[in-house]
């Protein structure tokens, strides 16, 4: 039997596994067994969230091994890590410590202002942020197996996240629905290679599986971007940032599971205490957003 | 014929595009009470542990047990885990299938492979290998009593049991374009 590892159907085969279901931000392996305890599909190992790289400042890039190491040890669902836009050997080393996801992350300091990391070389699959349909096009290009819409990372606000998932899944209804003869111009105007962009117009949906994420931070915010037509949830700060973590998580794995069920919604929104504090991204200064890092 | 597909979390629209395909009538389960006028279930792949707890949260493990003892149910990856008597590990599970199950037995995500296996169960419809996923999967370690290896990789690790009206499945037949898996376990069904 000839076992074949590293395929792109077998990267893109894990994100489909983690289909409905919530991917939780941690920084200790205690936070990640919270996570795993209640419904997290997965976790991503970070040192600081969104939130506290954003209040240090400083260059953020990929964590301690140590640290990554100790996370995997300490659950059975799959692990991500994140590695900066274009640091190909972060994400070398990510690959070599067993890592089931990498995000090749605009919430990390970029390596590169010019390029991505080339993903197809790798045999642990990518995950990537786009804002718009062209952006999706070309990580998956580069061989992106999972993406996630950008959102505006560790402000808790969901502003972002519904206006990137709006604009990719508008983006993919125009697509579905101009003359063929109109693709080609299509895909010079939004920067798209023209074969993934075809194959979308075919599917009438991405290639690969696309969650939402940055700024999701109640259970509402995460049954919102569900029934917007993402498949599942990146949450970041939102969790870990909040009074009661292990509840908050809980509740956003539910309502992730059933979004439609508005009362089964006002069932779980209770008495979770406090959301994180958040920032209101229309007062932000356009300089500290983290959604226009990629290329 | 109506079967319901578990869509607590992971793949289970992708079960539903191969059912469509052979003209099945299916319903999404998230409530003891969408199990009612179902003729058989399928349990998708996605993680065993965030099913299981949601499966305790809305109070559908039991209900799903009661179902297995008189219906079909097929567990695809995460679903194999759940059908399982043991895991290995503390984590709800359905007790259904004499079978004990390793997670992630062949290792993490970067050792997931796909590979063509020749599937006896399968070789009245068609002689072709049958193209199976395996993604962070688990193996049957043993089965017990009334369930049997339905199929084994060469070196006799089991991916496959079956007992009676309940199949389980290391591997991911809704990933493929292959439909004799899913006609498989319908056929069980008419017995």
């Given at each position: 039997m000839e076992e074949n590892t590293g395929s792109f159907a077998v990267k893109k085969g894990l994100a489909q596994m983690l289909k409905g279901g919530v991917i939780m931000d941690v920084v200790t392996p205690e936070q990640a067994k919270i996570a795993e305890d209640a419904g997290a599909c997965a976790v991503m190992a970070l040192e600081r969230v969104p939130a506290d790289i954003r209040a240090d400042g400083g260059v953020a890039r990929m964590s301690d091994p140590d640290m990554i190491a100790g996370i995997i040890d300490a659950v059975s669902i799959p692990v991500m890590a994140k590695a900066r836009i274009g640091h190909f050997v972060e994400a070398q080393i990510l690959e070599s410590l067993g890592v089931d996801y990498i995000d090749e992350s605009e919430v990390l300091t970029p390596a590169d202002n010019d390029y991505h990391i080339w993903k197809h070389d790798f045999k642990v699959p990518f995950v990537c942020g786009c804002r718009n349909l062209g952006e999706a096009m070309r990580r998956i290009g580069e061989g992106a197996a999972m993406m996630r819409t950008k959102g505006e990372a560790g402000t808790g606000d969901v502003v972002e996240a519904v206006y990137h998932a709006r604009t990719v899944l508008g983006d993919i209804r125009r697509l579905q629905n101009m003359p063929i003869e109109e693709v080609m111009t299509f895909a010079k105007e939004i920067g798209a290679p023209f074969d993934v962009l075809m194959e979308t117009r075919e599917l009438g949906r991405l290639p690969v599986v696309n969650f939402a994420a940055g700024g999701i931070a109640t259970p509402a915010d995460a049954a919102l971007m569900m029934q917007l037509g993402v498949d599942g949830l990146f949450v970041g700060s939102g969790i870990f940032k909040s009074g009661d973590p292990a509840k908050r998580a809980a509740a956003i794995v539910k309502a992730c599971t059933h979004y439609n069920d508005a009362s089964i919604l006002a069932d779980i929104s209770q008495n979770l205490g406090e959301a994180m504090v958040g920032i209101n991204v229309s007062t932000m200064p356009e300089e500290d957003k983290l959604a226009g890092r990629g290329w | 014929m109506k079967i319901g597909i578990l869509a607590l979390q992971g793949a289970f629209a992708e079960h539903i595009v191969m059912l469509k395909k052979l003209g099945v009538e299916t319903a999404e389960v998230r409530l003891p009470e969408q199990l009612d006028d179902l003729d058989g279930l399928i349990i998708p792949g996605g993680e065993s542990t965030t099913m299981g707890k949601l499966m305790v949260d809305y109070d559908l493990l039991e209900p799903i047990r009661e179902f297995g003892l008189g219906h079909a149910v097929w567990g695809t990856c995460a679903g194999?885990?759940?059908?399982?008597?043991?895991?290995?590990?503390?984590?709800?599970?359905?007790?259904?299938?004499?079978?004990?199950?390793?997670?992630?037995?062949?290792?993490?995500?970067?050792?997931?492979?796909?590979?063509?296996?020749?599937?006896?169960?399968?070789?009245?419809?068609?002689?072709?290998?049958?193209?199976?996923?395996?993604?962070?999967?688990?193996?049957?370690?043993?089965?017990?009593?009334?369930?049997?290896?339905?199929?084994?990789?060469?070196?006799?690790?089991?991916?496959?049991?079956?007992?009676?009206?309940?199949?389980?499945?290391?591997?991911?037949?809704?990933?493929?374009?292959?439909?004799?898996?899913?006609?498989?376990?319908?056929?069980?069904?008419?017995?």
């Open positions: - | 194999a885990i759940l059908l399982a008597a043991d895991a290995h590990r503390k984590q709800p599970l359905l007790n259904l299938m004499d079978i004990s199950v390793e997670r992630n037995a062949f290792g993490r995500q970067v050792d997931s492979f796909e590979a063509a296996l020749d599937i006896s169960a399968l070789k009245q419809a068609d002689d072709a290998p049958f193209h199976a996923f395996f993604i962070r999967a688990p193996i049957i370690e043993a089965v017990q009593g009334e369930a049997k290896a339905l199929v084994t990789l060469s070196d006799r690790r089991i991916v496959a049991a079956q007992d009676g009206q309940l199949l389980a499945t290391s591997f991911h037949p809704e990933l493929t374009g292959d439909t004799r898996f899913h006609k498989y376990f319908l056929s069980l069904i008419k017995k």
